[in-house]
């Protein structure tokens, strides 16, 4: 069965640095992936979405790249700052639905 | 402009009483859904409404039912709650009748089942 997975355990940044979450996915042939961000109590955010076709996509400080062979997205927050802090899923398309991942929390500390 | 809106923000039920989670978007989109979220889980479709007068299952429709009101509005409603019910609800709208544009989310519904 398609399944997705991200970074399970929560990931602690310096403040400054870049974080990186990774999203892997196996049986699945995603014609495009979002990335969302959720703050506690709230509903997702839509961030950035990246189309198999393209390697690389950034928008001010966020980056992501998406490697079909390696089945795996990656997302990149350069210039970290707290209020970075949240949990980021990330949701691929493909066979005609959406599919989210479980989420990576993020916290950045000052 | 609210963007996405749910009522009631927070609930508890008894087993076996029933009650209605409403959605409503003022962005003109065609399309709505339902999402449960679940502590370690991902989001999970429950139903979705590609456009006003239809309506289809998601992922885990059971125990559930809908109704695409008008455009704007889409109720999500428990006949008989279960403790399994117990969870965290979520409504989106796209512009299109495509599940793969970006969502739009509502603030969510935290319903408690005893």
């Known amino acids: 069965s398609q399944k997705i997975e991200q970074n399970s355990e929560a990931l602690n940044i310096q403040e400054g640095k870049t974080a990186t979450l990774t999203c892997n996915y196996t049986?699945?042939?995603?014609?495009?992936l979002q990335w969302y961000r959720q703050d506690p109590g709230r509903g997702p955010v839509f961030l950035l979405l990246?189309?198999?076709?393209?390697k690389e996509k950034r928008k001010e400080r966020l980056k992501v790249t998406f490697d079909t062979t390696l089945k795996q997205s990656l997302f990149h927050i350069t210039a970290s700052q707290p209020a970075d802090s949240a949990t980021y899923l990330c949701?691929?398309?493909?066979?005609?639905?959406?599919?989210f991942g479980k989420g990576t929390r993020l916290h950045i500390l000052p | 402009n609210a963007g996405v809106t749910q009522t009631p923000k927070f609930q508890v039920l008894k087993t076996g009483q029933s009650m209605t989670l409403q959605c409503a978007q003022d962005?003109?989109?065609?399309?709505m859904y339902w999402y449960r979220q679940d502590p370690g889980m991902g989001l999970r479709l429950i139903y979705y409404?590609?456009?006003?007068?239809?309506?289809d299952k998601g992922e885990v429709p059971n125990g559930y039912n809908v109704s695409r009101l008008n455009k704007r509005e889409f109720s999500l409603r428990l006949e008989s709650a279960a403790p399994s019910q117990t969870s965290v609800y979520f409504c989106?709208?796209?512009?299109?009748?495509?599940?793969?544009?970006?969502?739009?989310f509502g603030p969510g519904t935290r319903l408690l089942v005893l």
């Open positions: 990246i189309r198999e076709n393209e």
């Open positions: 949701a691929p398309y493909g066979d005609d639905k959406i599919i």
């Open positions: 989106a709208s796209t512009v299109l009748a495509a599940l793969q544009e970006t969502q739009y």
């Open positions: 049986n699945y042939s995603p014609a495009y």
């Open positions: 962005m003109n989109h065609n399309s």
């Open positions: 409404s590609a456009s006003e007068g239809t309506t």
